[in-house]
């Protein structure tokens, strides 16, 4: 089984500044055949589903905004908020979908400092 | 718009079965991957069974195996869950899943996800 390893479980951002999250695999996500890593971002606010936000580790979901990026290579993936804004306020988990069992972070919780 | 709407979850003895259903709508409910995915109260995510578009690869999360069963019916355009020998363990809200690759092969991203339903299992 893939092991994602979240870091760290939780962080205090000031409005408008950075807030970056880590995530490893225990091995590489990295398909030879189409050169994509088959990792995703969610964001799962209180009282709601998840939603995907980050996908192929890079690419933005249609309507999430650009405020949000995802980056990394290998078996080391980070998603950023470059200016946190107060509805970012949300657990966030990274996911990979190379092989089963399917498998998640254990989540980092982020919010308001 | 898609709209995935679970139901079946209720407060059930350990040892018991339960199935839940998973009504979709706003797309081509047939193309299309399905999964499951539970979360107990307050913890994180865990996977519990995929099913591709055409039924032709279904898998489940070795803590489920053996007892869960997923299928679909893509004639009603609905997901199953037949969930049986129910433990303390397996108590949490179980969200259904629509995977965003259309007739894909392999696994894809989880594009939509459902309110989910409560499943307790306490005696």
């Known amino acids: 089984d893939i092991v994602m390893t979240q870091s760290p479980d939780s962080l205090a951002v000031s409005l408008g500044e950075r807030a970056t999250i880590n995530c490893k695999s225990s091995q590489s996500v990295l398909s030879s055949f189409n050169n994509r890593h088959y990792l995703a971002w969610y964001m799962q606010k209180p009282g709601h589903p998840p939603k995907l936000l980050i996908y192929w580790a890079s690419t933005r979901e249609s309507g999430v905004p650009d405020r949000f990026s995802g980056s990394g290579s290998g078996t080391d993936f980070t998603l950023s908020i470059s200016s946190l804004q107060a509805e970012d306020v949300a657990v966030y988990y990274c996911q990979q979908y190379y092989s089963t069992p399917l498998t998640f972070g254990g989540g980092t919780k982020v919010e308001i400092k | 718009e898609v709209q995935l709407v679970e139901s079946g979850g209720d407060l059930i003895q350990p040892g018991r079965s339960l199935r839940l259903s998973c009504a979709a709508s706003?797309?081509?409910?047939?193309?299309?991957?399905m999964h499951w995915v539970r979360q107990a109260p307050g913890k994180g995510l865990e996977w519990v069974s995929g099913?591709?578009?055409?039924?032709?690869?279904?898998e489940y999360a070795d803590s489920v195996k053996g007892r869960f069963t997923v299928s679909r019916d893509n004639a009603k355009n609905s997901l199953y869950l037949h969930v049986n020998s129910l433990r303390v363990d397996d108590t949490a809200f179980y969200y259904c899943?629509?995977?965003?690759?259309?007739?894909?092969?392999?696994?894809?991203?989880?594009?939509?996800w459902g309110l989910g339903t409560l499943v307790t299992v306490s005696s």
């Open positions: 899943i629509k995977a965003s690759g259309r007739r894909s092969f392999e696994w894809s991203p989880f594009e939509h």
């Open positions: 099913i591709t578009w055409n039924s032709g690869n279904i």
């Open positions: 706003g797309f081509s409910f047939r193309d299309f991957a």
